[in-house]
C-alpha cells in the first residue's frame, strides 16, 4: 500500500483532483470527513472545544456552528492552534485506522488522504509521497466569494491563515495545477495515479 498526502491552498481544486484519483481507482480518506465526525455533539473532542470556545459556537441541535468557529479562530492564531491541537490527534488516530482496513482489503492499494493542513500539522511525516494542487491567489479568491459567500477580506484572512502555496510546492513530491480544464486535469491525475500504483 501506498499513502499518499494531498494538499493545497483553499479553493485550489484538491477536491477535485481527490475525486479524479478516486476514478482512477484510488481509496480515499478525507481529513475534513473525519474532522466532522470527531466532533459530532457529546464526543470527546466536542465536550473540549465548547469547553475552549463556549456554547456559542453550537446551534440549536447542539452542533458546531462551523462558521462561528472559523470567524473566531481565523481571527486569532491562538485559538486556531488551540482548535488543531484538539482535532488532530483524533482525526490521525481515525486516519490510520482506515488506512489498515484497506491494506487489510487491498495491500497494493494507493490510498489518498485529503488533508487541507498536510504540511502545517505535520502529517507530511506519516505519507509516503505528498501532492500539492496549485492555483493563483486569484483564482482562489474568486472561487472562495462564489464557493463560501466569502468577502473578498475574510476570503484573504482565511488564505493567510494557511502556509503560502510557494512553501507547500517546494515540499511536494508532486504538483498538479487545478486551474486546468478539467479534461486535461484528469489526464494528468490519471498519469500521476499509474507512477503511485507502480509504487505500491
Request: net charge positive; charged share 30%.
Amino acid at each position: 500500500m501506498i499513502l499518499v498526502g494531498l494538499t493545497g491552498g483553499l479553493a485550489t481544486g484538491k477536491t477535485t483532483v481527490a475525486c479524479l484519483f478516486q476514478d482512477c481507482g484510488a481509496s480515499l480518506i478525507d481529513a475534513d470527513l473525519l474532522a466532522r465526525t470527531v466532533v459530532e455533539p457529546g464526543r470527546p473532542a466536542w465536550r473540549e472545544i465548547v469547553r475552549s470556545f463556549g456554547k456559542g459556537i453550537l446551534r440549536p441541535d447542539r452542533a458546531i456552528d462551523r462558521a462561528a468557529l472559523a470567524g473566531i479562530v481565523f481571527r486569532n492564531q491562538a485559538k486556531l492552534r488551540r482548535l488543531n491541537a484538539i482535532v488532530h490527534p483524533r482525526v490521525a488516530r481515525e486516519q490510520a485506522r482506515l488506512a489498515r482496513e484497506i491494506a487489510k482489503k487491498d495491500p497494493r492499494a494507493v490510498v489518498i488522504y485529503d488533508v487541507p493542513l498536510l504540511f502545517e500539522a505535520g502529517v507530511h511525516k506519516r505519507v509516503d509521497r505528498t501532492i500539492v494542487v496549485t492555483a493563483d491567489r486569484e483564482t482562489q479568491i474568486a472561487r472562495l466569494l462564489k464557493r463560501n459567500g466569502l468577502t473578498r477580506a475574510e476570503a484573504l484572512r482565511r488564505l493567510r491563515a494557511q502556509m503560502p502555496l510557494r512553501e507547500k510546492i517546494k515540499r511536494a513530491d508532486y504538483v498538479l495545477d487545478g486551474s486546468l480544464p478539467l479534461p486535461r486535469l484528469r489526464r494528468k491525475a490519471a498519469r500521476l495515479y499509474t507512477e503511485l500504483k507502480a509504487l505500491a
